[in-house]
């Protein structure tokens, strides 16, 4: 994988991946893969910019390892752990840029299916901690006109998902899920600008039958709690 992103400056990511799956008993399998990046930015002399900076992340190794136990034909648990590496594009007061995003993710959950596959749900509970997490940093600006951010050490994100899916009848699809997120910043780092913690929604598309089966119609609603985050 490799990408370049350019403007008054450029960004190039370089990745290479892989994943292997183990079958360690009849119903219990073991993945385990991970990812090695290098990520540079230069950013180049311009008006917004106090000096030409420079960053550079080369040969970082995030891991994946998840384990998933069958207990039957439609019900499966797992757990699993994703190590974090998320460059970001938020400058400082001064103009240099912020940090990559540090961290890892632990999951738990439960997946089934019914109806020969034709109904699917999925329940999860998450933690996530991140370093360099972006924060304002007040109502300061950066150089280029933008807000200016500081790096926040200690995010903390966990909150449960569920969601259920598939086709209720022939040609008719739905996707129904919902998500509680609990967002807490280390000590000294506050926002008014949060996110919200419940969010729900609501898909659905349906098939025409006969000689409109061409034609798929569909809608959507997704509802939002009153931001928040502590």
């Known amino acids: 994988e490799r990408y370049r992103m350019s403007g008054f400056g450029t960004t190039?990511?370089?990745?290479i991946y892989g994943v292997t799956r183990f079958q360690i008993l009849d119903r219990v399998k073991l993945i385990a893969g991970g990812r090695l990046s290098s990520w540079t930015r230069n950013e180049e002399e311009a008006a917004f910019t106090l000096e030409p900076y420079r960053i550079k992340h080369r040969n970082?190794?995030?891991?994946?390892?998840?384990?998933?136990?069958d207990f039957n034909d439609f019900l499966s648990a797992y757990a699993s752990y994703t190590s974090i590496f998320l460059p970001q594009q938020a400058q400082t007061a001064s103009?240099?840029?912020?940090?990559?995003?540090?961290?890892n993710t632990?999951?738990?959950?439960?997946?089934?299916?019914?109806?020969d596959?034709?109904?699917?749900?999925?329940?999860?509970?998450f933690r996530t901690r991140q370093d360099n997490?972006?924060?304002?940093?007040?109502?300061?600006l950066a150089p280029n006109g933008d807000s200016a951010y500081v790096a926040a050490n200690g995010a903390v994100l966990r909150g449960v998902e569920a969601e259920l899916s598939g086709e209720l009848m022939p040609g008719w699809q739905m996707q129904?899920?919902?998500?509680?997120?609990?967002?807490?910043?280390?000590?000294?780092?506050?926002?008014?600008?949060?996110l919200p913690r419940h969010i729900a929604k609501l898909y659905t598309t349906y098939r025409?039958?006969?000689?409109?089966s061409a034609l798929t119609v569909g809608g959507g609603v997704r509802w939002e709690s009153a931001s928040g985050f502590t």
Request: proline letters at 5%.
């Open 133 to 140: 997490y972006a924060m304002l940093d007040g109502d300061k």
């Open 117 to 125: 596959g034709r109904l699917n749900g999925a329940l999860a509970l």
């Open 176 to 194: 129904l899920s919902y998500a509680y997120v609990d967002r807490r910043l280390p000590t000294g780092f506050s926002t008014q600008v949060g």
């Open 12 to 15: 190039e990511q370089t990745a």
């Open 208 to 212: 025409l039958p006969g000689d409109w």
């Open 60 to 69: 970082v190794f995030t891991p994946y390892a998840g384990l998933i136990v």
């Open 95 to 103: 103009g240099s840029g912020i940090a990559p995003i540090k961290g």
């Open 106 to 115: 632990y999951e738990i959950g439960l997946k089934s299916a019914w109806l």
